[in-house]
Each structure stands twice: as structure tokens, then as C-alpha cells.
């Protein structure tokens, strides 16, 4: 039931209990009222009235008798009573209302005297001539779980052969909060009544609580045409049809189960009525798609002015069917508002859109996604994409689309461009909209870093024939061909020198590779550079030598030398780092030396593998023919060669082999396989150091120490570096077993070798099985906070502290329908954690999951979300002794061990038997061992079985079984207790003592009863009565208290009447007598809570 159905519940409980006192007063009582309009005569009925009661009477005194003998069961005859009661209530609730109009009323009750499925129907006639009739109907009904009210107004105009009339109404869910408007109108004749109805939602969407909350419903537009028809020569019998016709995507014209697209209805039904007050029908209506239900129905009908006698005339009926007879009767419409419904998105997904990058390249493709259930899958529709090499994969709640290559078309704009669509569907069904990406392939771009020019003949002929075929190599940064390219054919070359050159590199068959020729015939140097958007597309140009003399390379050589002279120089053995001549001597076929040719060393004409040209360093001719360069050594490595590249093949020199250089600690690279060990002398952490030089060689054969910083007291054992299989290489070995943060730094020659040391944090490994992880509760309140506790412990079952920041830096925590409030934080007791949440919205069977990264398994906590639960507001009895269950402060405020009260059933809305009952002590917090709460007939009993404790504050929860249902709570708080002192009846010598001893007091005059002396909130007396003495609080029926009034100092409170001679129950006798052993009376303690 919806927390709403019940929002006008003072209206609700004035109708039930009018329906009880008419039951009551029916039988014997009358009541004579005013009408508003003037009536014919009504001839006297009392005599005919109390026969008919007489034989009422009669008749249930044989079904009685006859229930007796035939052994009917209990609800057998509570539900014939019920139906009998309900019946006369409905009689004579009809009849008292028809006195201002024609009334309609259906009441029905359940065993726990609901008013589902009622209803009242009541038109009042403001304004009534012969000729006119200005009128107001008011309905208020219980349909589909909803209350509903409908009011409206309608003019009705007759000629002598029929009636024309037009009605406007206004119709309201009071439970939903759904609003429509309705226009209808009639055309009656005699047996014969004709209708339409219009109907026009005027809210839009709202939650649907009746379906989970996962649709939202409003009020569905429709129309209606009716036909209802009698025969003239029997009025008795009538016949009915009707078309309805609503609109919307998923109309409950049929109920909410039966939802349909644009429903429509044939209803077909026939109806006897033997006398003018009851009438019979039975209807069928056939719907869209098969779906068809069946009416039967009993309707009383009370016309006002007119007897009862008349009423239960038959020959009546034909004057019913006139229309001077039918005048005032209801406008016949469709009362119950027509939901449409509609599902929420309850999957949201959004995509980034678009996603671009290179072939090969991953892109993640989920933006977003919201879901109210746990996921299911994401399925993915991607053809194109895959045919053309792309891969999708999906993990976890992210797609991830890996790019295909790029490919070079006639329409490379669309053949790189793909739709990829994406759904999500969750455990319940539950699918997200058909979300769709554009995934663009971008072509991939030129870098001029990683491209290359070059000539296959470094020197020409200047013939003007010998011809060199230069190969611009076009790459992106990842080495990939970029195709497609206009590349202009740029060049430097000394004025006036005459050579042919292609204007453009013209693209091969192969991808990325362009061509272009030169030629010339004078000699000279030409540089050509390959130019994209007028930009150089490669980091060097080519250059190729126009020359009549041609060096040849049988003839010339190539030498390295170092710069500078060193002790260890040993033969072709260089240093990276080391500078480095190269020398280049050039000569002809008749082993002349050829000069002026530096420009022909450029480019590709001399290679000095694993060296490079020192910055700024240029060709120079020492003497004729020679030309020598400085070089620095780069690439450590052994069998690398220089190479001169002629015309007519290359020399190359001798093998030469470069070391690495010394340490270089930006270079260097320090690391550790774990950042955290656990701290059991056990589990290591394996600490590498890559020693590498300024040019990244890695350096073999060091004396790699270890340099240690931890704190004072920290146990560790660490070996120190060794070296490892793999070139420059260093491993060493850390365990412990003592918390702590290690700092850990490669030394060589005593000097730090990383630039920053690696550290490693030593602590207890978070044991699964020891481990726990729950909620504070099982049960919560919307909003109401989630405490989440975890219990981390090693695998000796010893607490684990400190590890707060890495659980809010390394934890996965779900928690369903909550929104985090805080973060992980450590108690004050070792190794507990806590993090709060507050409850979002209502859910059964929710979950919150923790993984911790040392885990291979969640651990799971389950708990169920409720609406706030309202108070209830019935009665609260105790010895007969009724209190409002809404009153403040609430019964009871003090209580004793044994002590016991009943709820009303009038507080469970739905009945006791729907709700599941729970009492919980504190601020709502823990299970309460001294309180139980147990079901009774249609009540729940209280019953305090033992002292108390836990909080004084005390809650009693009904949760509902029956689905729309709102939860309810009755909560008091006991601020005294009370308790026999150890010896329990006497007189008062040593109380205070003995009382004071066990941490209370005696009682005083005013915290047993008050003034008044009547049952009230606040003190023992007034709220608990004579069961002080029944439930067992004392044994005699007095209570000791101090009084000053008294020559003793001592007063009795007198539980019952005449304990004390004169002394009403509840008051005080003051006793002025002797304390004795013969004063047994009872002696209390309380206690303050």
C-alpha cells in the first residue's frame, strides 16, 4: 500500500465508524432529516418497518441456528457476519445519505475491516424544475489499490419525449495524486439511455510504487459511448453496451498485469430488477488481444421522497424507467482513472561520441552508466568495425573498441569512419536505449623525425644521362607508412648549375614510399629535401655530387680515431661518451686523391655505426683527398663498423667495440616488483636496479651496494645488489618482520647511483578467512545512515592498524541504493575500520561488497532499505485502560519487569497479520533482549520480560508483507525503572539503604502517581494501574514512599480500592502507626534510565 493511501485517514475512520454505529442503532433506532427539496406525502411505515425488522431478526436467528448445526468453521461465520454487518451498514448509510439525493454506497470489509473496495456515489440536485435539473455528483472510491474521488456537475433538460443533459467532472487519485477531467453527455428517453464520456489527463508522470517503482503512470486519455436499454412490455430486464476506447503505449485497461498499446473494450451486459431498490447484472466485457473479464453485480439504488414500501414494489420498475422515474439517477461514466504507464530508464548509458585515433590504438567507448540493478551485459553491434580488422571487447561495465588500420580508399572519409552501437541489460531485464558511436580512424601523419630521403647514387655524372632515383620513405611517430601525401621535390644548389630535378615524389605501388629522378650536366653538389605543405618532411635532405671524378671505394678508405689518448685505449675500443675522428680518404680509379668533395661525405655516403656527428661538427679537407669529422660514441655494443658508401660499392672498416660510459642517475632506473610485503619474515620484495650510462647502454661488472633507511627498531634482511641474467641488471632481496616503511638506494664508489630511492612498506597481510566485513544493521530507514565495519587481521588473527589510507586509496566498495558520506577511517579499537553511507532509496535484499587487493574473493554484507516509517496512531491499552498511541510524551514512561501492553489492531492499517514485527532499542540501533513484541488475534502484545539492557529508548517496528504498504512504528522511551527490593514486602526500616545500595532510590510521591489520580503519561501508578500487582511487580498491593505528612514518615500508595479503609485506588495513606514486622507491604526501588 502507498504511504499516500491512507493521507486522509480521518475521513477513512470517520466512514468506518459510521459504519459501526449504523450497524448498532440500525435495528432500533431513527432518525427523521430535513430534505432540500419538497416531496409527496409518505405514507407511515412504522408498523411495516418493525415487521420487517421482526422477520430480519427471525431469519438471522435460523442462519444462526443453522451455522450451530452444520459446523460451519470461524471464518466461515465471521465472514457471514461481516457480510451481514456490512450489508446493514450499507442499507441504512444509503438510505441516510439518499435524503439529500440518490446515493449509491458499496461497502465491503475484510477481516481486518478495511474499506477496500467501497465506494459512494451521491448526486445532489441544486436546482429542480419539471423542465431542468442543475445538479452535483461526488463519488469516493477504493479501485486498483487507489483511493479516488470524483466530483462534478451536470445540466439536465427535458422535453416530454427526452432529456438532453451535459456534465463536466473532475477526477482525483488520492493516493497516486493522479488528475483528469472528464466531458460527457446524455440523450435518455423512456427505456432507453444513450451516453458519452470524454476523459483528459491534466498531470503528467509520477513514481509507481505499485510496480517497483521502475514506471512511472499518469492518467490515460479516452473516450466511452454507452447504451442501456429495457424492454417496455417487462421493465424488469434490461440490456447494456458499451465501447471505451483509451490511448498510450501501455494502458492497465485491464489492470496493471495487462498493459496494452491504444486498449479498447466491448462490454455487452444484462441486468433484473425486480423491485426499484435492487437490481442484478451481469456484464462481459472483450478487449483488445483476447483479453476479457466478467461482472456480476448487486446494486441497491435508494430514491429520496419516496417509501420503501414503493421501493420494493415491483410494479414500480416501469415507472423507473421513464424518464419522470430516472431523473435522478447517477450519470453512468467510467469513475476509476485509467492509468497509462510508461518504464523508467533504468539503464542510462552514454557513449563517448565520437572516438577518434590511430589504427591499432584501444579506446574505451562507455562515458557513463547508471544502473538500478546489477549489470548483466553490454552487447555491442560493431560489423563494419570487425570486418575491417577492429576488435570490441567488453569488461566489466567498459567497452573497448581497438582501432583498425587505416585504409587508403577513393573515399577515405567514409571508408575510416564506422557506427558502432552499444546496449546494456541488467540481471532483471532491464535494457538501456540503443546507444550509437562514430569510431574514426584518423589517417596517420607525417612525422619528418622518422622519415627518410634517400638516393641510390650518392655521385653522378653530369652527362645529363647518368640519372640518381631518390625514395622519400613517409612514416607517422609509430613507424607507420603515411600515404597520400603531395610531396614537392625541394632543393639547394649552387646558382647557375644546371640540373634536372622531378617537381613532385611521385607515390609506388607501396604505401608511403615516393620517387623522384636527377640528373644534371655540371658539375656541383645538388641537396634535395622532400617538402609537405611547403614543409620539410625529413630531418636531412639528401645530397647527391655532380663531378667528372668520380672516387671509387677499391681505392679509398675509411679510419676511426680517437680524440684523445687514454691509458686503456686498446686497439678499435671507444667509450660511449668518447670523441671520435673519422677520416675519409677519397681516391679515383688511378688512385689520385679527389678533392673538393666534403659535400659528397653528407648524408648516407658515410655511416659510423653506434656514433653520431658532434653537434655543430662539419666535413673538413685536411690535405688533398682526405677529409676527416669528429664523432661521439653512443651505442655501446661489439662488431660495429664504419662504412664508406661509393659509386661502385663500400669500404668498411675494421670491427671496433664501445663500452658503456660511467652512471648516469637520471638514466638509471630503480624499482621494486611489490610496494608492500607482508611483515612475516616470508613474502620478499625483489628491489632492480638497470644501471645505464648517459646514453642509455646498460653497464655490466659494478660493485652495487645497498643504502637502507627505516625507522629505529625495524627488523629487515636485505642482501646487497647482484648481478642478474639480463645486461646492466641489478637484484636484490627484502623481507621483514617488523611494520615500516624501508627506503632502499644502489650505491657505486660510495655515491648514490638512482636519483630517487625505491621504497617498500612492510605490514600484516590482510587475511580473508580472519578478516570480516558487515553493516552496523540489517534493516534502514531511507536516509538513515549505513555504518560499514570492517575487522582486517593477519593470518595469526592479530588486528592490522594503520591501513585506513590504503583501504580509501586500494578498497572496491559497492554499496547499492546508498551515497557515501565519509571515508575509511580507523576506530579506536586495532584493526576495526568504519565507513558511512546514507540510504538513497528503498530496496529489499541490497548489497554492499568489499574486495581488498590481496583478496581473490568480495566479501558481502546484505540489508534492506524501508520508507521512513510513519507513527502510529491508534490506541494503546493496558489494563483496560486505553492511551493514544500518537499522544506525547507516548505510554509508557516508566516501567518493571513483567509489565505488558497490547496495540490496537486500529494501528495496522493493513491489519497485524500483514507486517512483520521488530523491536529495537536505543536510537533505533540494537535488537532489545528485555523487550518482546508478539502478535495476538488482531493486536500486538508488549511485554517487558526482564531488565533492561540496552537503551531506554524503545521502537516498535510493523514492516509490511503486503506489497504498497507503509511501514509503522510506535516508539516510547522508559526513564524510570522500577524493581521489588531484595525483600520485597515488609515495612520500610532499611529501604532507602538497601536501594541506595543497588544504585537507586525510593520512590517519591510524585513518580507514582499524579494529582489527579488518573491513568496519564509520567508516572507508575497512572500509566500501569492494578497490573503492578498482576504482572507481578509487588506482591501486596501497596508501594512505600517517603511522606512528610506522615507521623512515620512513610505513606502507601493504594494500587486497588479499599486496600486501606476509605482509600480509593491510586491515592496515599498516610501511615501514622508503628513500623513493625507486621507492616508487609510492598517495598520498590527506582531507578533512573
Partial sequence: ???????????????????????????????????????????????????????????????????????????????????????????????????????????????????????????????????????????????????????????????????????????????????????????????????????????????????????????????????????????????????????????????????????????????????????????????????????????????????????????????????????????????????????KELVKLQLNDPVTGKGGEQKPLVASLQSKYALKTLQTDAATLTAAGGVISTADNQVTVTLPAYRYTATPD??????????????????????????????????????????????????????????????????KAVSGLKVTAGFTAPEGLNFSLSEFFTETKTPGEYTAG????????????????????????????????????????????????????????????????????????LQHPVSDQKALLQGEVVTVEGMSSKDGAEWQEEEDGTYKMLYVAQGAKEGHRATLKLTDGNKTTAPYTIHPGDV??????????????????????????????????????????????????????LQDFVKGAEKGVYTATLKGTSQGEVSIMPQVGGENAARDAVKVTLSRTFDETKSSFTTNYSEYEDEEPIILKLSLKDKDGKPISGMAGSLNKDALLSVEHALQKNSWTETGEAGEYTIEYIADSVGNGLMASLKLMSWKNEKTATYNITAQPRNMDGSIIVGGVGFASSQTPRFPTTGFRGATFTITGNNFIVGVNNYNLRVT????????????????????IVKFISNPTSGSKVRITAIPTVEGALTLMYEFQIRKWFKPDSNSIGNPVGLVDSCITANGKVPEKSELNNEANIPKVGTLWAEWGKTLVSEGLVSHPTIWTPSAQAASGWALLSIENNVFPGIQEGKFNEFDGELTSANIYGRVCVFEL
Fill in 518 to 589: 636527377l640528373k644534371g650536366s655540371m658539375k656541383g653538389t645538388v641537396s634535395v629535401m622532400p617538402l609537405v605543405d611547403g614543409k620539410p618532411a625529413t630531418k636531412a635532405p639528401v645530397t647527391v655530387t655532380l663531378s667528372d671524378v668520380v672516387p671509387v671505394a677499391k681505392y679509398s678508405t675509411i679510419t676511426l680515431s680517437s680524440a684523445a689518448t687514454r691509458a686503456d685505449q686498446a686497439g678499435q675500443n671507444f667509450h660511449a661518451g668518447e670523441q671520435v675522428f673519422v677520416t675519409v680518404m677519397l681516391k679515383d680509379t
Fill in 1 to 343: 500500500m502507498n504511504e499516500n493511501t491512507f493521507r486522509h485517514r480521518p475521513l477513512t475512520r470517520a466512514v468506518a465508524f459510521l459504519c459501526i454505529a449504523t450497524q448498532v442503532a440500525f435495528p432500533v433506532a431513527a432518525t427523521a432529516t430535513g430534505t432540500f427539496r419538497v416531496t409527496a406525502p409518505v405514507a407511515d411505515t412504522t408498523t411495516a418497518a418493525t415487521a420487517d425488522e421482526d422477520a430480519r431478526l427471525a431469519g438471522l436467528a435460523s442462519q444462526a441456528g443453522s451455522m450451530l448445526t452444520s459446523g460451519v468453521s470461524g471464518d466461515q461465520a465471521a465472514d457471514m457476519a461481516r457480510g451481514y454487518a456490512t450489508g446493514a451498514a450499507q442499507a441504512a448509510f444509503q438510505e441516510w445519505l439518499s435524503q439529500w439525493g440518490t446515493a449509491r454506497v458499496t461497502l465491503s470489509a475484510d477481516e481486518h475491516f478495511t474499506l477496500k473496495g467501497s465506494a459512494l456515489d451521491l448526486l445532489l440536485p441544486w436546482y429542480d424544475t419539471p423542465e431542468n435539473i442543475i445538479f452535483t455528483q461526488h463519488s469516493i472510491h477504493r479501485t486498483d489499490d487507489r483511493n479516488q474521488l470524483n466530483t462534478g456537475t451536470g445540466w439536465r433538460h427535458f422535453m416530454p419525449d427526452y432529456m438532453t443533459g451535459v456534465n463536466l467532472f473532475f477526477d482525483h487519485d488520492l493516493t497516486r495524486y493522479h488528475s483528469r477531467m472528464g466531458l460527457g453527455g446524455e440523450y435518455w428517453r423512456d427505456n432507453l439511455k444513450l451516453g458519452a464520456n470524454g476523459y483528459l489527463r491534466l498531470t503528467g508522470w509520477r513514481d509507481a510504487p505499485e510496480l517497483d517503482y521502475d514506471y512511472e503512470a499518469r492518467p490515460a486519455n479516452g473516450w466511452d459511448v454507452r447504451a442501456e436499454g429495457y424492454l417496455p412490455a417487462y421493465p424488469q430486464l434490461g440490456a447494456k453496451l458499451m465501447y471505451e476506447q483509451y490511448y498510450g503505449d501501455e494502458v492497465a485497461l485491464f489492470g496493471r498485469d495487462h498493459r496494452q498499446k491504444d486498449p479498447h473494450a466491448f462490454t455487452a451486459g444484462v441486468s433484473y430488477t425486480p423491485v426499484p431498490l435492487v437490481s442484478l447484472s451481469a456484464e462481459q466485457r472483450q478487449g483488445k488481444g483476447g483479453e476479457n473479464d466478467t461482472r456480476f453485480g448487486l446494486n441497491l439504488s435508494y430514491t429520496p421522497g419516496v417509501s420503501l414500501a414503493r421501493q420494493l414494489d415491483p410494479d414500480a420498475v416501469a415507472y423507473r424507467r421513464s424518464l419522470s422515474g430516472s431523473r435522478h439517477d447517477l450519470v453512468e461514466r467510467n469513475n476509476n482513472i485509467v492509468l497509462e504507464y510508461r518504464k
Fill in 664 to 717: 648516469n642517475i637520471d638514466k638509471s632506473t630503480l624499482g621494486s616488483d611489490k610496494e608492500e610485503i607482508a611483515a612475516d619474515g616470508q613474502e620478499e620484495a625483489i628491489i632492480t636496479y638497470n644501471a645505464q650510462d648517459s646514453y642509455g647502454n646498460a653497464i655490466d661488472n659494478l660493485d652495487v651496494k645497498a643504502a637502507i633507511d627505516m625507522p629505529v627498531g625495524m627488523t629487515i634482511a
Fill in 921 to 940: 532499542c536505543g536510537d533505533k540501533t540494537k535488537d532489545c533482549d528485555w523487550v518482546t513484541v508478539n502478535k495476538q488475534s488482531d493486536s500486538a
Fill in 414 to 479: 567514409t571508408d575510416n569512419t564506422y557506427r558502432v552501437a552499444v546496449t546494456a541489460e541488467d540481471v532483471k531485464g532491464n535494457r538501456s536505449n540503443r546507444e550509437e558511436s562514430t569510431v574514426v580512424v584518423q589517417a596517420p601523419q607525417l612525422s619528418a623525425e622518422d622519415s627518410e630521403v634517400t638516393s641510390d647514387k650518392p655521385i653522378l655524372k653530369p652527362d645529363g644521362v647518368d640519372t640518381a632515383h631518390l625514395t622519400f620513405l613517409a612514416r607517422d611517430t609509430d613507424g
